[in-house]
């Protein structure tokens, strides 16, 4: 009889291999159904975004930032701005 922990790495290994065969199959779709595919994937980890919650240290971050911005609004900039900073620069 297999132990637990056999059995745990013989299903992780076959879903590794699963996973593997799909995602061969998927690199073959053509570009525009990948990148539809990107899209629903990413809308379904939106949808579950409650699931991911931030750690403790990327809560003190994020608001050590924001007191930062409200000490000094002129250090940040607009979103718009920021997107055209990033984008010019590609």
């Known amino acids: 009889m297999l132990r637990k922990e056999t059995i745990d790495v013989l299903e992780s290994q076959r879903y590794f291999c699963i996973m593997t065969a799909q ?12 990148i539809l595919l990107v899209e ?12 991911c919650r931030l750690s403790v240290e990327q ?14 609004p002129r250090q940040g900039a607009h979103w718009e701005i920021a997107k055209q900073r990033i984008v010019a620069s590609l």
Not at 23 to 34: A, D, V
Not at 40 to 51: P, T
């Open 23 to 34: 995602l061969r199959e998927l690199r073959e779709l053509p570009i525009s159904e990948r």
């Open 40 to 51: 629903d994937l990413w809308d379904s980890i939106a949808e579950d975004a409650s699931a």
């Open 59 to 72: 809560s003190d971050e994020l608001n050590a930032r924001l007191d930062a911005l409200d000490a000094d």
